[in-house]
């Protein structure tokens, strides 16, 4: 099995994800399959749910927050502004209260609860789900490819039903908040019926959003999920441990991505002691990979020389995992 059979006999899995520890190479294979895949003639997004996005940094090219940016022809990429989605939905919610309330201004006690509110580290991460539900529901393109943050953060936005309860609380506290201040309280009384209509409206439309796209996540036939592994003792045992943490979530896991091997050629030539060392320890963890996930093992991908940055390198990077 490799990569490009898997996607050859799959055509039908468009959501792509790369999930594994912190720094192993999630950016680097999202972009490349992107590439790849767009070079085969696909309409390909490939977006970024980390603030601390660095698709920027492998295209080398300023992206965030500016919406889907063209890379090449069929290639796009995006990274989400949260900061900017929350403005946005302070927006919607202060022209609801107006209009709701028949108001000029939005109540000074409701401004200060909301710029509190945009504190919240549950807000930011709201913010990013919901541009996520956006993108995947948009059926724009033919894949979508997830450049996932580091392991346990990315298993928060795959537990799709713990993020709808933290919505359906914090609507909720925002309506008891609401009710403490006299002045509103006081309108809320003459248009209970209206608001009550609205917020229902308002959860509804949030929990067909959210099962639209966790359904999408966890579907066996649109969506493939890798692991990024590297020959390293505790990359491997971590790996194992997430692998069925994710299996308990019903990600569809389709195989492992093996990264930074040295090439083995190099230990037939005159080479330091150092790296002999490196090379024989990265065997032995290579063999336990083999044995641990045997054919699920799709690709081997060799340590460059440098970074990869910048489409050269994104092309050479995508001819290791599919073949030139
Ligand atoms: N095979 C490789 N050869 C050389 N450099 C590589 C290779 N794979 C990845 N890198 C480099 O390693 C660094 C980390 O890779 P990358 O950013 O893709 O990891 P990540 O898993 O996305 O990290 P994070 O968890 O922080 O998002 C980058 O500088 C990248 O260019
Ligand atoms: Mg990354």
């Known amino acids: 099995m490799s990569l490009r059979r898997f996607f050859e006999e799959h055509p039908d899995r468009r959501y792509i994800m790369f999930g594994g520890k912190g720094g192993l190479g999630k950016t680097t294979f999202s972009a490349a399959t992107a590439y790849w895949l767009a070079r085969q003639g696909h309409r390909v997004l490939v977006f970024s749910v980390d603030p601390q996005a660095s698709l920027s940094d492998i295209f080398q090219r300023d992206i965030f927050g500016r919406g889907p940016v063209e890379i090449i022809p069929n290639l796009y990429a995006q990274e989400i502004d949260a900061d900017q989605r929350i403005r946005a939905f302070q927006d919607e919610i202060r022209e609801k209260i107006k209009s709701m309330y028949g108001l000029d ?27 996520v539900v956006d993108i995947v529901v948009s059926a724009e393109y033919d894949y979508y490819i997830y450049d996932l943050v580091p392991l346990g953060h990315a298993l928060y936005y795959l537990s799709m039903g713990s993020i709808y309860d933290e919505w359906i609380n914090k609507i909720t506290r925002l309506r008891e908040e609401m009710a403490e201040y006299a002045q509103v309280a ?17 959860l509804q439309d949030i929990k067909r959003r959210i099962n639209t796209s966790s359904s999408i996540l966890t579907d066996r036939q649109k969506t493939g999920f890798f692991f990024v592994i590297i020959p390293e003792e505790m990359a491997i045992l971590d790996t194992i441990k997430a692998a069925s943490l994710f299996a308990k979530y019903d990600v569809p896991l389709c195989g492992y991505i093996v990264n930074r091997v040295i090439p083995a050629s190099l230990a037939d030539q005159a080479i330091p002691e150092y790296l002999r060392h490196r090379l024989e320890m990265q065997r032995g963890h290579l063999e336990r990979i ?35």
């Open 290 to 324: 083999r044995r641990e996930f045997g054919s699920d093992v799709l690709a081997e991908i060799p340590e460059f020389e440098r970074d990869i940055t910048g489409l050269p390198m994104i092309e050479r990077m995508a001819e290791a995992m599919f073949g030139a």
């Open 186 to 202: 006081a309108i809320m009384q003459r248009s209970r019926q209206t608001e009550e209509d609205q917020i229902l409206l308002e």
């Open 105 to 131: 201004e939005c109540p000074e006690e409701i401004e200060r609860y909301m710029q509190a509110a945009a504190g919240e580290p549950a807000m930011e991460e709201s913010a990013i789900f919901d541009a």
